[in-house]
Structures are given as structure tokens and as C-alpha cells.
Nanobody, 122 residues
């Protein structure tokens, strides 16, 4: 059974930090690009960051560049999102997303976690 389980969310004051984790099981984690996607209340999903399979490349939305850092620990099948200098606009449910692309670059398999709430407020 495929599982992506996020943790680490919570309530933090503006300017604070949180570290999200996503523990994966049921698939070959090292072969998957891992991403974080967030959804704020009343808004559509927003891509936040991606780390490639093997960890050689990372990508960030402009809104979080310089504040968030994505990393992965393939030995533990876990992806992390270190979030610093948090702003009220970062308030959202954060989802972990796993994607496998075949040799032709086509999306072949993908999975979503259940999400973890991040609230930035005084």
C-alpha cells in the first residue's frame, strides 16, 4: 500500500520556522521526484517546491525562494521542507506529492499525501 504521511505542521508566529516531513512507503522512493504543494483557504493548489529523484536538482516557487529549502533522505524514504521567515501568506495545508516519469518523460505514477496544516499568525 502506498503511503505519504506528512508531519511537522502547526501554528507559528510570523518570522518563525517549521520543518515539514513526508514519510513515504509502498513504492521505490528514490525513483520519484518529490514535491510540496500547498492550498490556502478559498484558493487553488499552489506548487511550492520540487526535488528531483536522486536529489540533484531543486526548484522553488518565487514566493518561497530564499526562505524554504527542500531536501530528501532516500535512506529513510523521507522528504523535508524547511520553512524559515514564515509569513501569514504561507498559511495553507501542505501536501507531499510523489511523481514518477518514464524514460520518455511521461508521468507514469503519482501519489499524494493527506496534508498537514501550517498556520502563520500572531
Amino acid at each position: 500500500e502506498v503511503q505519504l504521511v506528512e508531519s511537522g505542521g502547526g501554528l507559528v508566529q510570523p518570522g518563525g520556522s517549521l520543518r515539514l516531513s513526508c514519510a513515504a512507503s509502498g513504492f521505490t522512493f528514490g525513483n520519484y521526484d518529490m514535491s510540496w504543494v500547498r492550498q490556502a483557504p478559498g484558493k487553488g493548489p499552489e506548487w511550492v517546491s520540487t526535488i528531483s529523484s536522486g536529489g540533484g536538482s531543486t526548484f522553488y516557487a518565487d514566493s518561497v525562494k530564499g526562505r524554504f529549502t527542500v531536501s530528501r533522505g532516500d535512506a529513510r524514504n523521507t522528504v523535508f521542507l524547511q520553512m524559515n521567515r514564515l509569513e501569514p501568506e504561507d498559511t495553507a495545508v501542505y501536501y507531499c506529492y510523489a511523481a514518477y516519469y518514464n524514460q520518455h518523460g511521461d508521468l507514469q505514477y503519482d501519489y499524494w499525501g493527506q496534508g498537514t496544516q501550517v498556520t502563520v499568525s500572531t
